[in-house]
């Protein structure tokens, strides 16, 4: 059974940073793309930022780059995501997920796991 487990996320002032990790379990993580997304109120799911298996490439969504770094532990199968600069703009429910195919980072339905989510508050 895949297990996607988000944590990290909690109430920041504008400026500030967090780290949010995504802890995985059920698959060989060392074979999958790996992302992150987020959904804020009333609106859509957005892409954040997303790396590839070997951890060269790594891609990020417009709103968040020079902002947010992703990155990858295969040994411990673990995700993160580094957000430093934070607006209030980045509040939102912020999802990990799995793409088994290596297909487009940037749309949610190449991932086929995703986890729970963990809630982002930026405070102006």
């Known amino acids: 059974q895949v297990q996607l487990v988000e944590s990290g996320g909690g109430l920041v002032q504008a400026g500030g940073s967090l780290r949010l990790s995504c802890a995985a379990s059920?698959?060989?993580?060392?074979?999958?793309?790996v992302g992150w997304f987020r959904q804020a109120p009333g609106k859509g799911r957005e892409f954040v930022a997303a790396i590839r298996w070997t951890g060269s490439s790594t891609y990020y969504g417009d709103s968040v780059k020079g902002r947010f770094t992703v990155s990858r532990d295969n040994a411990k199968n673990a995700l993160y995501l580094h957000m430093n600069s934070l607006k209030h703009e980045d509040t939102a429910v912020y999802y990990c997920?799995?793409?088994?195919?290596?297909?487009?980072?940037?749309?949610?339905?190449?991932?086929?796991?995703w986890g729970q989510g963990t809630q982002v508050t930026v405070s102006s």
């Open positions: 997920a799995a793409d088994p195919f290596g297909g487009s980072t940037y749309f949610p339905s190449s991932y086929r796991y």
């Open positions: 059920g698959l060989t993580f060392s074979t999958y793309t």
